[in-house]
């Protein structure tokens, strides 16, 4: 009965320190998918700033060399 009682202890010694491991790691993704998804929207912003909201116009564009 000690042997299985200690056996218990130590399985749920490990499964504490795995949890906290893992939390660790989420916690980390979680900070780091913050910080893509804020670079990501600053660079949408760039991108929506440099293209022209209207198209220019083929009459508005000079003709090709050869005419």
Same mark, same amino acid.
């Given at each position: =009965? ?10 749920? %010694? ?5 949890? %906290?491991? +893992?939390?660790?790691?989420?916690? %980390?993704?979680? =900070?780091?998918?913050?910080? &893509? %998804?804020?670079? &990501?929207?600053? +660079?949408?912003?760039?991108?929506? &700033? &440099? ?17």
């Amino acid at each position: =009965m000690e042997e299985r009682i200690i056996r218990l202890e130590t399985t749920v %010694a490990f499964n504490e320190q795995t949890l %906290a491991e +893992l939390n660790d790691f989420v916690s %980390a993704q979680q =900070m780091q998918l913050q910080e &893509l %998804a804020e670079e &990501l929207r600053r +660079l949408g912003e760039r991108v929506r &700033l &440099l293209t022209p909201s209207d198209p220019p116009s083929p009459k508005d564009e000079p003709p090709p060399p050869h005419y």
